[in-house]
């Protein structure tokens, strides 16, 4: 299994990022889908989950209005789309996935996780 999570970059405050994960070597649509971040000095952290089939999303507190999460199951793709960025957004950002529910917001629950890619908002 692999998970490729690309899409990442510089980017000032108020500006909009699209982080894109392709997923391979698993049945992408029997999985729920979640992207997290960690942020230098602290831990992971869940930022939002999808449901198998894109039906049901689920948002932290702290970016719910604001990043949208979707995938293409023909494409075994999963995306964040993150707009009016800001600095505390700052952070490598994982995608993963998860045989249970899409909303889980626990690292532990997912099974498999990407690399991470960075995501630097300046002010």
């Known amino acids: 299994v692999q998970l490729q999570a690309s899409g990442g970059g510089l980017v000032q405050a108020g500006g909009s990022l699209r982080l894109s994960c392709a997923a391979s070597g698993l049945t992408f649509s029997g999985y729920a889908m979640g992207w997290f971040r960690q942020a230098p000095g602290k831990e992971r952290e869940f930022v939002s989950t999808i449901s198998r089939g894109g039906g049901g999303t689920n948002y932290a507190d702290s970016v719910k209005g604001r990043f949208t999460i979707f995938r293409n199951n023909a494409e075994n793709m999963v995306y964040l789309q993150m707009n009016s960025l800001k600095p505390e957004d700052t952070a490598v950002y994982y995608c993963?996935?998860?045989?249970?529910?899409?909303?889980?917001?626990?690292?532990?629950?997912?099974?498999?996780w990407g690399q991470g890619t960075l995501v630097t908002v300046s002010s």
């Open positions: 993963a996935a998860t045989a249970r529910s899409y909303n889980i917001v626990l690292p532990g629950q997912y099974h498999y």
